[in-house]
Structures are given as C-alpha cells and as structure tokens.
C-alpha cells in the first residue's frame, strides 16, 4: 500500500486508475498474513468493456497475459449473461481455477507478435 522507497502511499495513482477504469478501488486484508493491500473490483458491464478493451490494446506479454485470456473468457460469458447458467457457472469455477499460481498450461505464442 506504501511505496517502500519514497514511503508514499499507492492510494492517488490507483485511484486514478480504478477512475479510468470505471471500477471500485477497495482495500483488502491478506487473512494469512495480515498484510493490507488494495484491490480494484470491475463491478458493471461497462467497466469489464473498458478492462477488456485496455488488454486488447495494450496487452501484457508475461503469464499474466495468459491470466488476462481467461479473464477474458469469463467477462465474455458474464456480458453475454451466461455466467448464471450451471454451464457458466462451472466454466467461470474452471478458468478461475486454472490461474496464476494454479495455472499449469503455458502457451507462450502470443510472444511471436512483440513488436
């Protein structure tokens, strides 16, 4: 939440972010560790547009970038009102549980169009 070198907050850039992204800046508590940290929460359709969007255009080139396809996966299901369908359900459970850390399919293609 604080810059460890010049010991400012991360508040102010943040939100303006979460701003731009039309999304809820929140603050959450690590239960394992205590530590604090914040969070933004895409809220609104008109939010995961503007997210998805963004990722489109200026996409990430790291296993995030795989992270942010299945995220991508899952906003599509939830803005085409899929994601209260058992089928939805269990397909948003599945893209979720194959992410970051739980991730174990890697296809670093996407590397080929670094410009």
């Keep these: 939440m604080v810059d ?8 102010n850039v943040l ?3 979460a701003d731009f992204l039309n999304c809820n800046l929140l603050t959450r ?3 394992s560790t205590g530590n604090e940290y914040y969070t933004l929460c895409a809220s609104s359709q008109n939010s995961l ?8 255009r200026f996409p990430l080139y790291s296993s995030k970038y795989l992270d942010y396809k299945d ?3 899952a906003a599509g ?15 948003i459970d599945s893209l979720k ?7 174990t399919y890697f296809d670093w293609e996407h590397l080929n169009n670094l410009k």
Excluded: T, W
């Excluded at 547009?49 to 489109?56: A, P, S």
């Design 97 to 103: 549980n194959s992410m970051n850390r739980s991730r």
């Design 49 to 56: 547009k503007i997210i998805l969007n963004y990722f489109e």
């Design 15 to 17: 939100r303006e972010i």
């Design 77 to 91: 299901l939830i803005l085409a009102g899929l994601h209260y369908s058992e089928k939805g359900i269990i397909e």
């Design 4 to 11: 460890p070198v010049s010991n400012q907050s991360y508040f």
């Design 29 to 31: 508590k690590q239960s």
């Design 71 to 73: 995220l991508a996966k």
